[in-house]
């Protein structure tokens, strides 16, 4: 959820050319990353947990190359992306091993 907000924040940063294109992109992927989570836990059977747990990870992967581009263009400082890349990383991880966890 932190993620996803603080990801909303730093897209507002970045020049309004970018408003339908990295800025929409990146804040959608941060979001749907606390979105499938949840998708995947109401009601769902375990298969289905993995899916949805699936469709974050790669959610995350999609914010981590939007981090990238925007470093890139010079959206962003490299400290910061330092910031979000470590804590997607970490992110990563921990999303990894409860998918792995869910039979």
Same mark, same amino acid.
């Given at each position: 959820?932190?993620?996803?907000?603080?990801?909303? $924040?730093? @897209?507002? *940063?970045?020049? $309004? &050319?970018?408003? =339908?294109?990295?800025?929409?992109?990146? +804040?959608?992927? @941060?979001? !749907?990353? %606390?979105?499938?989570? !949840?998708?995947? @836990?109401?009601?769902?059977?375990?298969?289905?947990? +993995? &899916? =949805?747990?699936?469709?974050?990870?790669? !959610?995350? @992967? *999609?914010?981590?190359?939007?981090?990238?581009? %925007?470093? +890139? +263009?010079?959206?962003?400082?490299? &400290?910061?992306?330092?910031?979000?890349?470590? =804590?997607?990383?970490?992110?990563?991880?921990?999303?990894?091993?409860?998918?792995? &966890?869910?039979?």
């Amino acid at each position: 959820m932190d993620l996803g907000e603080d990801i909303d $924040k730093m @897209a507002d *940063e970045f020049p $309004k &050319k970018e408003v =339908f294109n990295l800025s929409s992109q990146i +804040r959608r992927a @941060a979001d !749907s990353i %606390a979105l499938n989570i !949840s998708e995947g @836990a109401i009601g769902q059977s375990n298969p289905e947990q +993995r &899916k =949805f747990v699936g469709y974050s990870i790669r !959610s995350l @992967a *999609e914010v981590v190359t939007c981090l990238h581009k %925007a470093k +890139r +263009r010079k959206y962003i400082e490299e &400290k910061e992306f330092d910031k979000y890349y470590d =804590f997607s990383f970490q992110l990563m991880n921990m999303m990894i091993a409860f998918r792995n &966890k869910i039979k």
